[in-house]
């Protein structure tokens, strides 16, 4: 992986810590399952869905998920989407590549979740010329 690749990666997650702050008052984002499935709330279970198609390679499908399962009136909904393009973007290139999936698509992800929750401004926090 190269710098400008680093650099990416960087720049989304400080997009992604910007959205927090303002939006959830944290400092850092980390939506976490819970040890065992019994214990899952329906949130959970669609987190969990999302990362189990994100890591078999359907990263486009598991976007359409989160959206299709999205509760604007839940802020933990909007960690556990932030969460979920923070995962997506530990991917590395050439798996995001396969996928049909890019850093673009991510940083456009975040800031159209951002938008459903009502929180804009951030379009040009990352340069996508540089994704």
């Not at 999302?50 to 909904?77: P, V």
């Amino acid at each position: 992986m190269g710098y400008q690749d680093d650099y990416v990666m960087r720049t989304i997650s400080d997009l992604v810590r910007a959205i927090a702050r303002l939006a959830l008052g944290k400092n850092d984002i980390d939506y976490e399952l819970p040890d065992t499935e019994d214990k899952y709330t329906s949130l959970d279970s669609i987190y969990r869905k999302l990362k189990d198609m994100a890591d078999a390679g359907d990263m486009n499908g598991a976007e359409n998920t989160l959206y299709e399962e999205l509760d604007t009136s839940n802020m933990e909904y909007l960690e556990m989407a932030l969460t979920f393009y923070m995962y997506l973007n530990q991917f590395k290139d050439d798996v995001l590549y396969t996928a049909n999936y890019s850093r673009e698509e991510i940083v456009e992800g975040i800031n159209n979740i951002s938008a459903e929750f009502g929180i804009s401004g951030f379009e040009n926090f990352v340069d996508t010329t540089m994704v």
